[in-house]
């Protein structure tokens, strides 16, 4: 990272070849962008303005380092996509922060996975707006909808984060603005929270956050429970995370593990997504996936990886690793894909500045 | 801002919270950005050649940062949508500079309004596309033709400016390559120049720019003269521009005070659009808006800030703030607003680096 | 260029005013971004990691300084168009790169062209979906297919590159993943090398990229070899640049100079394209260029300069120089250009940062 005064610029620059076979469909070898940590690009900065107060800037954006592109595909021009915001904040009494920021759901769930949720075997490979119902009814299955949805992050945000010093703990309050528009525009009227506390090798932590305009009228929710304990030798977690719309849900459960071998870490994880809709053939579209990644550190910045990971579908589900061959949930479509498996791996090369 | 040897990176994040009541339509909030100074990237840079002689560039994105999009929307990929140049400079014989810039009229117009035209209350209320006749008849009211349109910035242009110390004279003159395209498609063909007076508390400037290819064959003619004279506890601002197209004109004039008020500023201002088109009815939608605002400084680059600000339409005209509910000019639409009101506040926060 | 710790940030703002007459259809002034060296913005940086390895990134993306766009047009959103890399190096054993990169085919062609392939008199003024047939027929004349195709750069690359100290050789090996899609959509599947020998004046070098799911199953062969030779008063270039496609091909020969001339050089180049093609008539749609140029620098970063060339079309060939009013190959066209001659001047400043 380039620091001086007032602006940092850093990022990361994080690319693999990954190798997705989906069942009967066949196999495609790609290069992926951002399976180990994102690849991005941001600028931020602080200042000090006396009597504990501070004021700071942050804007962070996706760089596809495949194909060179930047922020978000939809809308185009979005190249702040991670997070856009300003800062006025108080040693003890906290920070209010406005703009474009993650839902604090996303940040409990991608904190307790030893994968951050990239990746082949990330713990939001059942983040799929056709395979998950709940999230499909809520929010449609266009690409508008898919980047505008708030499960990730949301624009038009105003928080208040609690102080770093509160005896471990820690937390998160925010409410966005819907402007008058859909969230398929990408117009979330939403609010949530987020608290937790860490100390003592424990780390628990719960989220919640309920868009008021989704589909039809009704509110969708998605919360966020878990809890890490790190024993030294390995650093287990578990954590469940629920998407709720009308009849629909979807509830991902991860048990994932992280072990310290040698100038890396072995990481291990579960994670399962229990589905629930209006029939019963519906209920049974379940999936499970199954991971392992060895990440090997040549440097704090610098690192090389080897991910496998293997989703498994039951009933019609039609969950797939990113990178396949194209995979539908529609029984009469010739790439049906209904409770078929996909496996994967991946060996990448990340690099952080 | 860094700065080190060639490169400096500076810029804003500024947004606010806003409320805007558009008459009978009802209200909307909505967060904004760019209400104090547009949030914006900025990467420029100069080299000393010797003897005077001096090279630089400048390149300047606007931010939305309540959605973390950068540049213009349309057309899309147009980052660097505020200014992209390369220069030669002297200091004594002026400076050469070639690229996307602002129009000289813009400078001035901007320069006497203490709300340098942004936000609730910015002198540029009335530049809009569907109510100002005079600009819908010559680019007319499509996003494009919108964001090509040189009221603001133009692309392709070869600019001479004055040199600094010319006993407080200060000018420029412009002159844009049209490349054979349509003003409504991005290519200005046009010519201007801006000249001012600074000293003694007191600023008097003029400019004009003429575009030449604008619809139909008409020229399309952007006139601002004005002058601002500091007295210390209040500095009173007048000025006045025109937009003239064939027989339509719109006419907007501006009276505004700013006082310094402890650590910040107070902020006054009238602003009246006087149109004239071929029929009486047409020279009936004149629209006039009254705005305050407190800008309370924590330091030199970071502020909190509160506006409010009322429009007042007459006959048919259909001005409004930006952020409220969608208005329309057509007496048989469902919004139609002719005649109405439009009031807003906001409070935000600017953070430049 | 800014540079501290692990990021540098450089770049280019060059800008030109240039007319272009074609033939009978008239003649377009315009302002052009990019005739010296392409106007771009660059982050890039490297970490040693000890024992002769080090790691790093390079992010490189067009701007068009002349509008303020930046990235690619076609896909949008593509900003680091040029390069975005990540790479693992050693120095005796050679660099891992991955990502987007130039093919090794331009880096050889720019090499050996003094006008770098760049303005009105740079060696790729034959590179034209629409008049070249090989190119044409192999990708399409969409603006996707022209952006996508693999003659400049390519995406989703895994490349190993020599070492530095080998005795003056130098090279690399490519390989890209098509990601099971089409050239015309951005997927490019192909591979090729990079092999050369400069010292004591001299500089050779062969390269070829060959596409492997071009269009129609065919591949499509891009071929190119050379030399030059510094006598000091001048250096000369020789080289040769062929695009096959099953019974076309477009066959690019360039014969240049460079002289050195007080704080600047003069260039004076030739480039011939000969076509074959399936019919006698095809084949007769030869062209060739000839073109002048003197760069004044001004400093290391800063330099003045001056551009004259002129396309001369046989048979039905429409080559032309970019800048002009639109052309057509079509002779029933009313734009038909077939046969005529395209002449050009620019004059501009470049500035690298």
Do not use: C, M
């Not at 190249?79 to 920070?95: I, K, M, P, Y």
């Not at 266009?142 to 992050?153: F, S, Y």
């Not at 291990?268 to 579209?285: F, H, I, P």
């Not at 498994?312 to 194209?326: I, L, R, Y």
């Amino acid at each position: 990272a380039l620091a001086q005064s007032s602006v940092t610029i850093g990022g990361t620059v994080d690319l693999s070849v990954r190798h997705v076979k989906n069942g009967s469909l066949g196999s495609i070898t790609s290069e992926a962008s951002g399976a180990n940590s994102t690849s991005k690009l941001i600028i931020r900065g602080t200042e000090q303005l006396g009597d504990g107060l501070s004021a700071g800037f942050y804007l962070d954006g996706t760089i596809l380092a495949d194909t060179g592109a930047a922020g978000a595909s939809t809308p185009a021009g979005q190249l702040w996509d991670r997070r856009a915001t300003v800062s006025l904040a108080h040693s003890r009494l906290g920070e209010l922060r406005l703009g474009r920021d993650w839902v604090p759901t996303h940040l409990v769930w991608s904190g307790f996975d030893p994968f951050a949720t990239l990746g082949i075997a990330g713990a939001n490979s059942f983040r799929n707006f056709a395979a998950s119902r709940a999230l499909g009814q809520a929010f449609g299955t266009l690409p508008e909808a898919q980047q505008a949805n708030p499960t990730l992050r949301v624009s038009n945000a105003v928080e208040y984060f609690l102080p770093a010093e509160l005896g471990g703990f820690y937390g998160q309050l925010i409410v966005t603005a819907g402007e008058g528009g859909t969230t398929a525009a990408g117009f979330t009227k939403g609010n949530g929270f987020r608290l937790g506390w860490k100390g003592k090798g424990l780390d628990v932590a719960a989220a919640q956050f309920t868009t008021r305009n989704a589909t039809a009228g009704e509110d969708f929710k998605d919360q966020v429970y878990g809890a890490s304990y790190d024993f030294g030798v390995v650093k287990l977690s578990l954590a469940q995370r629920r998407w709720v719309y009308a009849s629909d849900r979807t509830v991902n459960t991860l048990v994932a593990a992280a072990i310290p071998a040698g100038p890396g870490v072995v990481k291990l994880t579960y994670v399962r997504a229990d589905q629930k809709g209006a029939t019963a053939a519906l209920s049974d579209n379940d999936a499970h996936l199954i991971g392992a990644g060895y990440v090997y550190s040549l440097s704090k910045r610098t690192a090389l990886y080897a991910h496998a990971s293997r989703i498994s579908n039951d009933g019609a589900a039609s969950f797939a690793v990113a990178g396949g061959p194209a995979v539908s949930g529609n029984p009469a479509a010739p790439n049906f894909f209904g409770g078929q498996r996909s496996t994967a791996y991946e060996f990448g090369l990340r690099h952080d500045f």
